[in-house]
């Protein structure tokens, strides 16, 4: 096969494309998961809440599968990436798994049948259900900028002295917390688009103040990451030679996160894009521009979670047990042949499924209000 | 009882399995149905087909919820509790996973909205296409899901990288038309669809026997029992199909499905029946038809099926050859090699038998010590467990042409004769409901349990694929998984009788005698 990329430009374009998945997520499922966690607040009553959940209704799914896409996107290109968060998050992993599990029996059961109680238990499950992988995911981040405590032995097996409760430190909750909050701001500015009247009033008091909380949030990060140790690499063989972690060398020290934006300059754009699109989704939102406010968040989730990236690039997932043994974009992506196969598939597919899911999008637009719920009423959510 | 880790990753992997696979089949056949109907309706334009549909199609969604809700589960799990599995041959197997994704999973989820939500909003024309894509999508799920479920019984197409340490993407090609994969999902699929049409046919004769919902439950099953009289045709052969790949490709597999401990003179026979004796490698009891596995299995008179005890002996000379590229490959990676560029060429083309010599970890670590006890031992484990597969195989085989038989006495009877009436046959059809998901449960059972002690046959046994995690934090999900996804299905029985019990009539709005 003619190599049209050499392994190095192939390894950043996958870099990228998970980047892309992520991010995609953030911005199409992020907006479910954070309408689910405004459910219990900003719906007062039952047509309220059947409201809420059939603006999203028929769209969640798809939505949910850039995260599943994702997975299986980090399995087949960054299979090392996989073993070591998958298995050393387990406890971490199997929350975020048991509040998806909800989600579509959430969805689908809840208004099944004609009882308060029953309900009610759903509405608080699809509650936990947006809240723990939103916050799961930010405190994951966190860890993954702080570094996590694994190793390899000499066959590659996994050693994983990675803990439960010292995940969650101040930095990665704080992490935690904007992730919760930036998708309850991704929510309600979905959910301002499909409603009207009281509902839309308590989005829009919400969006006043919420956008202010994230620009602080991620102010406070950006200025721990001088104090905290970052990882760089000081040796390694090249950045084409075939995956092994165990090839090169890694030098921990405070700060070392912020020279990619010494190096890159243009890095810069991130964190800006990650403020900006906070203020302007505030304003826009408060103006009644609605279509737009929900641009701007998306464009802020797209910045903050480029921000992660571009710091602490090119690795992916730093050991502080064994700096030399941390995943970097060089040397724990899948072969070169695998890389390629999965380019071709994603540059045939996603262009087709974002197509078809805009489709969705246009078919279903419009408002849904107490009308709507009361005409089709045994078959909505 | 104390489990190991690898048995409680192994339970938690089963029970998890298991429990997805008791709604993915009812998807797959129920979706091709509902799109069968809703194109007669578009094609006829009688209202009652619309609501054949949307009948169904309520049932459908519940179902398919869970469907997704367990499915999340399988695509991690191998990351949390199969991490070293994930970084041998994830390059591999990680790549059907996400086209799984980009093809599949994107297609059903995004048009079940619509499927669910569209019909006021979209012509007749454009709903039966969301329909039908939606059927689509949940049938390329299992056909990627099979692919990477093929190459585990059948790794071709890669090779071993020592560098990176595992296994590595050779051939695409091969890995798409792997012929154990593309009988599989064949065979897979019509097992779904024999579920859906099963599944139809029971409750229609449900309401058929309370004598409501006539109109909508004779149309109903007019279509389920010829669907299901083909589906029930195409699952047994292609059983043979997948059962012929065994013949080729998993030998050891074969053997212990029928029970063969000797290796018989051509054409070998079939044993109906026997009591298996795994500890002294014989069978009591055995009730043996002649020529009938030979033929089957081989496709000729004269080619042998290769016995356990003969099978035992291939392994064991593997893993004498396999220990011999062990210690290269262990010289290699402590870096005591005197020339790793030589090795490194070496390893790529003669790993096949490394996996065999990683059967010794269970004894001892340090492998390329292991004496002639272990490797025997060894050898011998290469043996599944028996009896289960002899008779797990049997009942399902049996229920297979037991559903050959219903659905074309229901063919016959309904479709052809025009008689609903036949009281006897109403009640077999309806207590025949769970009769298919046996059967698919007892396949997943044979095909998986069949394999071992491989996760990757003959490349990677399964006892060196877990993950570096402690017993208790297995034990914790598996726990958590069974008491979550128990109540999960008590939920979504509940709803599903309730349902059915309401009737057509009921949820639409409707009066069809």
Known sequence: ?381 | MDLTLVEASRLQFAITAIYHFLFVPLTLGLAVIIGIMESIYVMTNREIWRDLTKFWGKLFAINFAMGVATGITMEFQFGTNWAYYSHYVGDIFGVPLAIEGLMAFFLESTFVGLFLFGWDKLSKVKHLIVTWLMAIGTNLSALWILIANGWMQNPIGAKFNAESMRMELDSFQKIFFNDVAQSKFVHTISAGYVTGAMFVLSISCYYLLKKTNLEIAKRSIIIASSFGLLSALSVVVLGDESGYSAGLNQKMKLAAMEGMWETHEAPAPLAIFAIPDQKNQKNDYEIEVPYVLGLIATRSFDKQVPGIKDLVKVSESRIRNGIGQYKILKNLRDGKSSNPQADKAFLKENFQDIGYALLLKKYRPDIENAGEEEILKSANDTIPNVAPLFYGFRIMVGLGLFFIILFGTAFYKMNLKGNFNCKLLLQICLISLPLPWIASELGWFVAEHGRQPWVIEGILPTFLAISSVSKAQVLTSLFGFIILYSTLLIVDIFLMVKFIKMGPNKILHKQYS
């Not at chain 1, 699809?126 to 694994?150: D, H, K």
């Not at chain 1, 499909?194 to 006043?208: V, Y």
């Open chain 1, 1 to 381: 096969m003619a190599e049209i990329f050499n392994y190095e430009v192939l390894r950043i374009i996958w870099w990228v494309l998970l980047g892309v998945l992520l991010i995609g997520f953030a911005i199409m499922d992020g907006f479910d998961l954070g309408t689910a966690i405004l459910l219990p607040f900003i719906g007062k009553t039952d047509v309220e809440r059947r409201i809420i959940l059939n603006s999203v209704g028929p769209v969640w799914d798809g939505n949910q599968v850039w995260f599943i896409l994702g997975g299986g996107a980090i399995f087949a290109a960054w299979p090392l990436v996989y073993a070591v968060s998958f298995s050393g998050f387990y406890y971490a992993m199997f929350l975020v798994l048991v509040a998806l599990i909800l989600r579509p029996v959430g969805f689908d059961y809840r208004s099944k049948i004609n009882n308060k109680t029953w309900r009610t238990i759903w509405d608080y499950c699809l509650f936990i259900s947006g809240l723990v992988p939103s916050l799961v995911f930010g405190v994951a981040i966190g860890n993954v900028l702080l570094g996590v405590n694994f190793s390899f032995d000499n066959f590659m097996i996994i050693e994983n002295k990675i803990g439960f409760l010292e995940l969650f430190s101040p930095f990665s909750l704080l992490c935690g917390l904007l992730s919760v909050s930036m998708l309850t701001v991704q929510g309600a500015c979905f959910l301002s688009i499909k409603t009207e009247g009281d509902i839309q009033k308590r989005l829009k008091k919400l969006l006043n103040i919420l956008p202010f909380f994230n620009i602080i949030l991620f102010a406070i990060g950006g200025l721990m990451l001088q104090k905290i140790d970052g990882y760089e690499i000081t040796k390694i063989l090249n950045n084409s030679a075939d995956s092994n972690p165990l090839n090169k060398e890694v030098s921990k020290h405070a700060g070392a996160w912020l020279n990619n934006y010494s190096t890159y300059k243009w890095f810069i754009i991130a964190p800006i894009l990650g403020f900006a699109g906070q203020i302007f989704a505030m304003i826009l939102s408060h103006f009644k521009h609605d279509v737009k406010a929900f641009i701007a968040s998306s464009l802020s989730v797209l910045g903050i979670i480029s921000t992660v990236g571009l710091t602490c690039f090119p690795f992916i997932l730093p050991s502080s047990l064994n700096p030399n043994s941390s995943l970097t974009v060089w040397d724990a992506s899948s072969s070169y042949h695998t890389l390629v196969v999965m380019l071709i598939a994603t540059i045939i597919f996603v262009p087709i499924i974002i197509s078809y899911t805009s489709f969705v999008f246009m078919v279903l637009r419009g408002k849904v209000n107490a009308k709507t719920i009361d005409k089709d009423s045994n078959f909505l959510y």
